[in-house]
């Protein structure tokens, strides 16, 4: 029998639906549970879940993993490209472990995170940013894992200032806001202060649990802000799930049209729009010993069980600050 | 003679439903229950069941179901109704046994039952262990989801009745403005014929397949056109153990409408996901309904008895709870489906001369008024009130005596499989002989 009769081979609907399965986990990265160790994962559930996109969307210790099991990352049937869904600190990471001619195919960085890579990565790498309709915002839908890892109470402020500089501020004080924000480690004060300046911002506030989130129906006219600062991830489950529902991305950075390569669907409503890198950092490049020191004390910190359950230690975050805060002011 | 009525205490959940065609069966039997309430032979008592109050007594022991229970002990109702998919009748009933004592076994039980139960066999299977010997009742919506369920049914009489889910055929119904308006929107002349699937976009709703039919059709009809109106879901087919992860489905029919020719992809709309009313709307506007689904799940089928509430013609899957409006006379053709070894397979041949012949073959407005009017009498919010009545009565409920082992062992199981999945799935592809 030849190829071309095995493929039209009648099938039944069972076997149609079994074929599906088996063609999309060929093109999945297996294994895809986020960039930090399981117990990381636990607390930042359901933000890093895995979603398909030719673009393969993924997180890199998920692609170092799948090429130290000797699997070939890419699939013929996808675009030859990686979609990082990191933050700034697993990114740093990445690009200093990594060598360009170590990895097959293009790499796409959030824009917002693209003056992190390193000069001699610059031909292999582009830039990605979701792009959402315009339409009126009727409502408000914000999300975000609710601890000091991911998020941060002076952010919080600027993003509550951004939302009245969008809105105004007579209809920001009138907007119901819908609301997911998990709070798995609420050892301190933080959550609750961080929920109180929320409670105070808005009148009318709904709490859901992922159940609610995960069912909910059209979000046409809701304005999505997603509260996470991007140390850890830049693009999370749920915010994919959210705009392919219809929402919009409330505080929205253009792209440049000039620019702008391709732009690519990933839902009904929402796509990203790719483009090559406007900036880039010396500093990273620049692989100095301390830099060096640090990864290798977070490698030995990521290894010690106690710790674990932090994703990465809080001075990794500390130099990451300090290094844009270096950046911008250059 | 004074007539002694029944106290009916009937569970609502105060929670939007997962599933699309749910958010419209839960009110409309609500309204079909407050009909009923205004028969002699019932009054009512609402309870709302929060799934929040649930988790969290689950979790640390509220008390909330006790004193759920203590609240329908002094509301004295006799007879307790469970409408609504989303509550889980068990933990109400374990409080109310173990607050009312012997007081417990007086009680009626009634359960309308959807297409998720073969999702939650240890939920029924535990269920049945507690009501055994008690007078309850299963109430499905079609004739073949009934034998599906009776098919776990232990030894005895059935339990189990038919009333379909009311329609809200006062929303559902043929305009000709509105099909007017959708068609002069969409830029259809009136004699293009509009071909319309409404329901979730997902692997097991046949999308593809129907797009491929289309395909072929419009080599025969060039200004034919098709809405798909609904959300995409990434649901893959939880009965069979096959996952897919979000937005794949998505990419993969776009893939399949991307490799279409120019002018047959632009003859294809995507509607998105709409509301009641634009959706009554579109329904108006199109000519002949069709869905290929063979989902698991598919007890009833909301969307085409909307559909047919606005006087389409349809084209259906012999499967599940689709077949049942055939028998019921509203104007549908059915395709065969069988079950073998490999699987569900559709008729190719029938599909092909039914889709046909669908095509030329379009209701003018009287026609569809007439249909819609027809179809009301029977589904409707009234007439499903009317229908249910009986089963209702005291004198109608039997002591049960539970679901059998091939439940608990499905529950065991989780995913079906083999000639375990052809004897239950069996039901959904051939009327039940009792």
Redesign the interface.
């Known amino acids: 029998m030849s190829m071309d009769d095995m493929l039209n081979l009648r099938r ?4 149609n ?2 074929l ?2 088996f063609y ?1 986990n060929t093109l ?1 990265a297996k294994g895809d549970k986020g960039p930090a160790s399981e117990s990381a994962t636990g607390v930042l559930w359901p933000f890093l ?6 673009l393969n969307p993924i997180y890199t210790p998920v692609y170092q993993t799948l090429c130290a099991q000797g699997l070939r990352p890419l699939n013929e049937k996808q675009l030859p490209v990686w979609m990082l869904r990191d933050g700034a600190v697993p990114l740093t990471w990445f690009f200093s472990r990594h060598q360009p001619d170590s990895v097959e195919g293009q790499i796409l960085v959030h824009a917002d995170l693209q003056h992190l890579v390193p000069e001699n990565w610059a031909e292999k790498v582009a830039s990605y940013r979701h792009r959402t309709p315009a339409n009126d915002i009727e409502s408000l839908f914000m999300a975000g894992p609710v601890n000091e890892r991911t998020t941060s109470i002076d952010e919080l402020e600027e993003k509550l200032n951004s939302i009245e500089a969008v809105l105004g501020k007579k209809k920001m004080a009138a907007m119901s806001v819908r609301l997911y924000c998990p709070m798995r480690d609420p050892s301190d004060s933080y959550p609750a202060r961080y929920m109180q300046k929320i409670y105070s911002a808005f009148k009318r506030v709904t709490a859901l ?1 992922w ?2 989130v ?2 909910i ?2 979000l046409k006219n809701v304005g999505f802000v997603e509260l996470n600062s991007g140390w850890l991830f830049k693009d999370s ?1 749920v915010q ?2 959210v705009l ?3 929402a919009t991305l409330l505080v929205q950075k253009e792209s440049s049209r000039k620019k702008r390569v391709q732009s690519v ?4 409503y929402h796509s990203v729009d790719i483009e090559p890198l406007t900036t880039r950092s010396a500093a990273v490049s620049e692989k100095d010993r301390r830099l060096e020191k640090f990864f290798i004390q977070n490698a030995r910190l990521r290894d010690d069980e106690d710790a674990a359950w932090e994703p990465w230690p809080k001075w990794h975050e500390r130099w990451c600050r300090a290094m844009l805060k270096q950046k911008k002011r250059s | 003679m004074k007539r002694v009525s029944q106290r009916l205490g009937i569970f609502v959940s105060p ?4 599933w ?1 065609s749910c ?1 419209s069966i839960g009110p409309n039997l609500v309204k079909s229950y407050q009909m009923l309430a205004k028969d002699a032979s019932f009054t009512t008592e609402w309870f709302s069941v929060s ?2 109050e649930e988790e969290l007594d689950q979790r640390i022991g509220t008390g909330y179901f006790v004193e759920l229970a203590e609240q329908i002990l002094r509301s004295r109702v006799t007879d307790l109704i469970f409408l609504d998919h989303q509550i889980n009748p068990l933990p109400i009933l374990l409080a109310l046994q173990a607050c009312a004592g012997q007081q417990f076994k007086n009680f009626r039980f009634c359960f309308h039952v959807y297409g998720d139960f073969t999702l939650f066999p240890k939920r029924w299977f535990d269920i049945g262990q507690v009501l055994h010997g008690l007078r309850a009742k299963f109430i499905c919506a079609s004739d073949r989801q009934q034998g599906l369920v009776s098919f776990f049914e232990r030894g005895g009489k059935s339990a189990t009745s038919v009333c379909p889910f009311p329609v809200n055929t006062q929303l559902f119904r043929f305009s000709e403005k509105s099909r007017f308006q959708v068609r002069k929107k969409l830029g259809f002349r009136e004699n293009q014929t509009l071909l319309l699937y409404t329901g979730r976009l997902s ?2 709703k ?1 999308i593809i ?1 129907l797009i491929e039919e289309f395909e072929r059709l419009i080599q025969l009809d060039s200004q034919l056109a098709l809405a798909l109106a609904g ?2 879901d990434h649901l ?2 939880m009965t ?1 153990g ?7 489905y ?3 029919l ?1 893939e399949k409408l991307d490799s279409l020719p120019n002018k047959v992809r632009e003859r294809i709309f ?1 509607l ?2 709409l ?1 009641h009313q634009e959706l009554a709307a579109v329904y108006s506007a199109a000519d002949l309904f069709v869905s290929l689904s ?1 989902h698991h799940d598919e007890d009833f089928g909301m969307c085409p008895a909307e559909a047919f509430s606005s006087g389409l013609p349809g084209i259906l899957n012999d499967w599940g709870g689709y077949a049942s409006f055939k028998s019921d006379g509203v104007p549908c053709e059915l395709v065969p489906v069988s079950l ?1 070894k ?5 008729d190719s041949v029938v599909l092909k001369s039914l889709l046909d012949a669908g095509i030329k073959k379009r209701h003018g407005i009287e026609e569809r008024l007439r249909v819609g009017e027809e179809f009301a009498k029977k589904f409707g919010i009234a007439a499903v009130a009317e229908k249910m009545k009986p089963q209702l009565l005291a004198q109608s409920y039997e002591a049960i005596q539970g679901f059998d082992w091939s439940l608990e062992m499905l529950s065991r199981q989780g995913v079906l499989t083999g000639e375990f999945y052809n004897d239950v799935y069996g039901r959904y592809v051939e009327s039940p002989s009792h």
Request: one cysteine or more; charged letters at 20%; a negative charge.
């Open positions: 039944t609907e069972t076997e639906w079994l599906t399965e999309c999945l879940n895995p979603y398909y996109s030719p649990d159940f609610d995960e069912n129906g059209s489950y994919h799930h392919s529902r219809g669907p990933l839902s009904r | 929670h939007p439903s997962a699309i958010n799934r929040q692997l097991q046949g397949r959300p995409y893959g087919g069979s096959i996952t897919a992860p979000h937005s794949f998505f990419h993969q776009q995507l998105g996901e509301p063979l073998s490999r699987g569900l397979e559709l």
